[in-house]
């Protein structure tokens, strides 16, 4: 796994927890609208900041990785996720496997433990390291869900990471995550015959 897809990984699939789950955090996710500018972190990471914000009342996501030709549309209510590509006016669904990952609750064996706390990006946020079949890593949180730093390493030894550098709450444009009309889906990718076309994705 390439670093620049282990940040994205490790800023996806931070894991929506059970309200009955122990010692966790008591949210992993932005519970109010937020658009937070990263750097990342660790030897080789791809220049250049990693942007996401969210539109919690829709539960979507829009992910602008650096270097990327393009930017994710992730709808977790539905359970689907697109790369959009402005340039070529395309749409390339998310492998249903990796989507489950991203959005799939807590999985068995992982345990959680509570540190410290930190100030990033002029917000406290409360430090959580995870470790389970898949890897470790630590998250430092603020109350109401959003990462303000996550780091991690995975089952083949490959770290990576990502720091806040700006946090901005406020009502996103929702044009910006729905797909532009007129984008058509591209032949072949995997997940293609359930795309939405040009259409959101639901």
Do not use: H
């Not at 270097?67 to 340039?87: H, S, Y």
């Not at 390339?92 to 930190?118: K, S």
């Not at 730093?149 to 990471?161: C, I, K």
């Amino acid at each position: 796994m390439s670093l620049p897809r282990l940040v994205v990984l490790a800023a996806l699939a931070l894991p929506a927890l059970p309200a009955s789950a122990q010692t966790a955090p008591p949210a992993t996710l932005p519970t109010r609208d937020v658009a937070v500018t990263y750097r990342a972190l660790g030897a080789g990471a791809p220049p250049g900041p990693l942007r996401m914000a969210w539109s919690v009342a829709e539960g979507r996501q829009r992910v602008e990785p650096p270097g990327a030709p393009g930017w994710i549309l992730l709808d977790r209510k539905a359970g689907t996720g697109l790369m959009v590509i402005d340039q070529q006016r395309m749409l390339m669904p998310m492998p249903p496997d990796m989507v489950r990952v991203i959005t799939q609750p807590v999985p068995e064996g992982v345990r959680f433990e509570r540190r410290g706390t930190a100030t990033i990006a002029g917000l406290t946020c409360t430090e959580w390291a995870a470790s389970g079949p898949q890897g470790q890593g630590v998250a430092c949180l603020t109350e109401d869900g959003v990462t303000l730093r996550a780091t991690g390493q995975g089952p083949n030894g490959q770290q990576g990471g990502m720091e806040a550098t700006e946090v901005r709450y406020g009502a996103q444009d929702p044009a910006r995550f729905q797909v532009p009309q007129g984008y058509q889906t591209m032949q072949g990718a995997p997940g293609a015959p359930a795309a939405p076309g040009t259409q959101p994705p639901r």
